[in-house]
């Protein structure tokens, strides 16, 4: 960070002098005279070719800087640029052969001839920016000031620069004079605002779209927790903004830690950055970061010995040789990452075997081609710097030959900064070209009018660098957005590492930008992956939560980290990772696994249950003795034990005997609407035709008893045949006409009871009224009552006239069954307060069955001794 902050304020200083100067000698020259001279002129490495159009280049070819202390007693010394950078000059050379390319198509810029002015900007903010003034201002002594201030400006677009940094505080001054600056290396995405950086374009993706390739790498291999570690600049920062928000908007992740890598070397941070990565559960380790940084940081990763991490590159250091050593590799082995998109420059490999100083003279006396010459053959040129001692080294001579040089400089296999210098020299070109061919009176600026050559103003270029759109020789378009972001499309990369000890970064697939958004494409069965299983590693803060469960965020923890919280009951979630559970529709109920809702079961009485089969067996069994009786009875209508007892009371009797086993079943089977209607009045009128027999037989029995008493016989005449069937039939009406006003007033109707079981439907009848089916019941009772209040005062009636104890015994089990029935019924739920009242029923009903007619069937079956009617008349006859 001091080195950062020291090139930063010189950077600051240079800017205030040069716009006091500026001010000082423009305000004394409109005074004196009408021309204006420097007072000094920056001293910077470069290369300089003269054309009808010149454009600028601003590139790194040595990677550092060294500036000399400050003294307040002398003039500062101009700073020194050390660490020949081979990859810049081959971006300088790119740049070069671009524009020679260029002058020899006659196609392109017809009759016009590009210059350029190069220059090296050191690894410095304070050079790169100097640089840039330069190109903007020129580096005349002397120029003659214009009261119109028109003419054309030294260069009329540059190509450059290389660092995010460097291109913003260029760009800031540059953009003020609408001079389009085309970076092929600066991929910040704050430099996509227009608003700020008005004349800035760029043939490389910008970080935004660099950050979403990256995403989708890490959704591809599931890796949603993740360590991110960044360099301390604009470059840095800016991805780390950006990356975080696109994180959390495409759900892709979270991030385990974010450490920012200091500049210089701090071991104290380095160690404690590099034990976080030690202690985190992420396996995956994200850098946005230069060279430097990676560098630095790997020492201290290889001093801890931390393995077991999938490393991801950002561009910056894809492709970056330097890291690839047998120290770095067994721990950045299999490493991913993304690289400016590979192209071909045909002819190039040949241009740069052709360099030689003596055709790259230029005013400087300091030419990068002179620096790359001495660096490459380790000679000097004459004269000798100070200092040089003879056998220090040797002296060059001009006549080397680069053809028995091995050096990277001339790999050309994998050009991608170059391509982009490439691109950046031909979209000026052509936005030129088209400028040029503008035709007088239909041009797009004021009045239509068209540019010229010789008063051609930057902005004018800047609105054909908009439209430009063309196609390289190596099949790619290019064109800008609306931003000045060239089309993004990226190479993803991986480090193998080879059993022979060597290792290669082989193109595993694309990430590019369409329609339908990033649109990723890998071959895996390429990736080279460091670890035992030769998989990919899984790094993730919790497990993925399956369906049937939901995610519960940990307090205080990343969105990534969450505990699996099963469904409860009636909800499901039938997707991986579901936020939330969702509630079954009101027929359905979810499964035991909670991942899907299935149709409730329903509970009914039903007749295929053990239950219901009992019942229903038990109904039918009673029809049938009442069958039977009946049958019985019938056969032997002309005894006198069928006789004396009422016959016809005797069959109507059994006949509702039937009715009542029988409407039992109506209580089993799914309710329907009709059977809910039906079951109920059925039930109603049957007992009440039941129970007023016999309570017409108990009084028939006491009148026929107080008949046998001298001056008894007239009350005979009130129980005759008629009046018996009339009583019969007016009781019985009663109960008809309350089941019809129940039925008319409030029916009932089947329902889906889901109270009793969440997971079950219960389908049962609700009465509707509860007050007419009490009084129903009540009337019932009241009969039943009376019948048994009869009989009971008639109990001691002559033993042959034993038909009063019998019903007295029969209504004293119908009473104690109904009395039982209500509270049962009342708390038994569902389908078992159905079997509650068809047990009723069939008790009631057996019990008055087997009370009134089993020992008359016993005597007319197995002792018709005694059905005879001296036995059945006689009086104080002993039983045998």
Sequence with gaps: MGAFFETYLLFCLDLILLL????????KSSSLSPSCKLWRQFHLNGLQKAGDVILGGLIEVHYTSVFP??????????????GFDTQGFRHAMALVFAIDEINKNSNLLPNVTLGYNLYDNCGALVIGFRAALVLASGQEEQFLLQENCLGTPPVLGIVGDSYSTFSIASSNVLGLFRLPMVSHFATCSCLSDRKKFPSFFRTIPSDAFQVRAMIQILKHFGWTWVGLLISDDDYGLHVARSFQSDLAQSGGGCLAYSEVLPWGNDPAELRRIVNVMKTSTARVVMVFAHEIHIYQLMEEVVRQNVTGLQWMASEAWTSVDVLQTPNFMPYLGGTLGIAIRRGEIAGFREFLLRIHPNEHNNNYGNSIVNQFWEDIFQCKFPPAPAGWVEGAGAICTGQEDLHSVESELFDVSNLRPEYNVYKAVYALAYALDDMLRCIPGRGPFSGHSCASLQRMEPWQLVYYLDKVNFTTPFGDQVSFDDNGDALPIYDVMNWLWL?????????????????????????????????????PPRSICSESCPPGTRMARKKGEPVCCFDCIPCSEGKISNETDSMECTSCPEDFWSNTLHEQCVPKKTEFLSYHEPLGICLTAASLLGAFTCAVVLGIFTYHRSTPMVRANNSEL???????????????????????????????????????????????????????????????????????????????????????AICTAWLVSASPTPHKNTQYHNDKIVYECVVGSTIGFGVLLGYIGLLAILSFLLAFLARNLPDNF?????????????????????PAYVNSPGKYADAVEVFAILASSFGILVALFGPKCYIILLRPERNTKKAIMGRGTSKT
């Design 499 to 535: 059993p022979d000890g060597t290792t290669k970064i082989q193109n595993v697939g694309e990430i590019k930008e369409s329609a339908k958004g990033e649109e990723l494409t890998l071959d895996e069965d390429k990736i080279f992956w460091n670890f035992k299983s030769k998989k």
């Design 650 to 736: 005797s069959f109507l009797l059994l006949v509702s005997l039937k009715l009542c086993f029988l409407c039992s079943l109506l209580f089993i089977g799914r309710p329907r609407l009709w059977t809910c209607q039906l079951r109920h009045a059925a039930f109603g009128i049957s007992f009440v035709l039941c129970v007023s027999c016999i309570l017409v037989k108990t009084m028939v029995v006491l009148a026929v008893f107080k008949a046998s008493k001298p001056g008894g016989g007239a009350s005979l005449k009130w129980f005759g045949a008629m009046q018996q069937r009339g009583t019969v039939m007016v009781l019985t009406s009663v109960q008809a």
């Design 20 to 27: 006091l100067s500026s001010s000082f000698f423009l305000s």
């Design 802 to 822: 034993n038909e009063a104890k019998l019903i007295t015994f029969s209504m004293l089990i119908f009473c104690a069954v109904w009395v039982a029935f209500v």
């Design 69 to 82: 202390e400050w003294t307040f007693t002398s003039e500062p010394r101009q700073p020194t640029c050390t």
